[in-house]
């Protein structure tokens, strides 16, 4: 059985930083296009970044652009995103999300609909 589960949300001060991680079990997502996804209270659930399985494809939301960064580390099933310059307006519960199939090395998908598993989010809070 696929499991997605995210750890590192916190609560944290605007300009801070936090890691967070998801990992994986019940199969081995090497060869699957990743992403992350978040949402805020009272509102829809949005694209934040996607890397392809080989890593060397990224892409990110442009309200996380130069400030977020999306990575992998196939060894250990594991993807990492880690967010710094943080504001308040990045606050919401983080998603991780793996794709039912894999996909080519350059592969990536942003949307909701393009991703069968889903981790159970970890909240971030970003004070003011």
């Known amino acids: 059985q696929v499991q997605l589960v995210e750890t590192g949300g916190g609560l944290v001060q605007a300009g801070g930083s936090l890691r967070l991680s998801c990992a994986a079990s019940g199969r081995t997502f090497s060869s699957y296009a990743m992403g992350w996804f978040r949402q805020a209270p009272g509102k829809e659930r949005e694209f934040v970044a996607t890397l392809s399985w080989s890593g060397g494809n990224t892409y990110y939301a442009d309200s996380v652009k130069g400030r977020f960064t999306i990575s992998r580390d196939g060894a250990i099933n594991t993807v990492y995103l880690q967010m710094n310059s943080l504001k308040p307006e990045d606050t919401a519960v983080y998603y991780c999300?793996?794709?039912?199939?894999?996909?080519?090395?350059?592969?990536?998908?942003?949307?909701?609909?393009?991703?069968?598993?889903w981790g159970q989010g970890t909240q971030v809070t970003v004070a003011s």
């Open positions: 999300a793996a794709p039912l199939v894999g996909s080519g090395g350059t592969d990536y998908y942003t949307r909701e609909d393009e991703y069968a598993y």
